[in-house]
T-cell receptor
C-alpha cells in the first residue's frame, strides 16, 4: 500500500513568487494535514482538510492557502514568498471515522522549499 | 540534507544499550499520544501510539510509558542500533483530531 506522497521533493523559488505543493493521502484516508518544519523548529501546524473542507487553520498569514480535491488529494499554495518561508513542508493523512485507527497520523517525505 | 532542527537536545547512546527519550506534554485533556522517528531528509515515521487509558504499550523493541499525573511520556528503545539514529518527537491529541508536536530529541548511536 502506498504511503502519503508529496511532490515535488524539492522546490526552489525566488522572493515574491508563488509555490504550489501537492499531496496524495494514503488510499482510504480523507483527512489531510499540512505542517511547516523550519530549520531549528518543530512542526508548525498550517492547515487541516477533511472531506474537501478546511477544518482548522494554524497561525499563518492568508498567503498560505490550500484546498482538498474530491479524490482527497490536496494542494498547499504559498503566495508572495518570503525568505523565511524556506522550510520542509510536510503533509500527513488520517483515516476517516471514529476510533483508534482514525487517530493515527501518517506523514509523507515532504517538500523542501527554498526561497532565494 | 539536514531538514530537522540543529539545536535539539541530544541523547548519545552506545550501540546495544537501551535508550530512553522523554517528552512532556502540555494539555491535561490530551488522550492520545504518538511517537515519531524522523531521519534526515525524510518525513516523520509513525513508531507507536498510546491512549490515555493505558500507561504502557509495547511494540517491537520499543515501549511507550505514559504518566498522566505529571504529563510525561517516554519512549524506550531496547538494544539500540545505528539505524535508530534520528530525531524522535512526540505528538498529543485531545480527541479533536488536532495534534500538538514536541520539538524533538536527537538520538545518536555510538558504535
Amino acid at each position: 500500500e502506498a504511503g502519503v506522497t508529496q511532490s515535488p521533493t524539492h522546490l526552489i523559488k525566488t522572493r515574491g513568487q508563488q509555490a504550489t505543493l501537492r499531496c496524495s493521502p494514503i488510499s482510504g484516508h480523507t483527512s489531510v494535514y499540512w505542517y511547516q518544519q523550519a530549520l531549528g523548529l518543530g512542526l508548525q501546524f498550517l492547515l487541516w482538510y477533511d472531506e474537501g473542507e478546511e477544518r482548522n487553520r494554524g497561525n499563518f498569514p492568508p498567503r498560505f492557502s490550500g484546498r482538498q480535491f474530491p479524490n482527497y488529494s490536496s494542494e498547499l499554495n504559498v503566495n508572495a514568498l518570503e525568505l523565511e518561508d524556506s522550510a520542509l513542508y510536510l503533509c500527513a493523512s488520517r483515516a476517516d471515522g471514529q476510533g483508534a485507527s482514525s487517530e493515527k497520523l501518517f506523514f509523507g517525505s515532504g517538500t523542501q522549499l527554498s526561497v532565494l | 540534507g539536514e531538514s530537522v532542527g540543529l539545536h535539539l537536545p541530544t541523547l548519545s547512546v552506545q550501540e546495544g544499550d537501551n535508550s530512553i527519550i522523554n517528552c512532556a506534554y502540555s494539555n491535561s485533556a490530551s488522550d492520545y499520544f504518538i511517537w515519531y522517528k524522523q531521519e534526515s531528509g525524510k518525513g516523520p515515521q509513525f513508531i507507536i501510539d498510546i491512549r490515555s487509558n493505558m500507561d504502557k504499550r509495547q511494540g517491537q523493541r520499543v515501549t511507550v510509558l505514559l504518566n498522566k499525573t505529571v504529563k510525561h511520556l517516554s519512549l524506550q528503545i531496547a538494544a539500540t542500533q545505528p539505524g535508530d539514529s534520528a530525531v524522535y518527537f512526540c505528538a498529543e491529541s485531545s480527541g479533536t483530531y488536532k495534534y500538538i508536536f514536541g520539538t524533538g530529541t536527537r538520538l545518536k548511536v555510538l558504535a
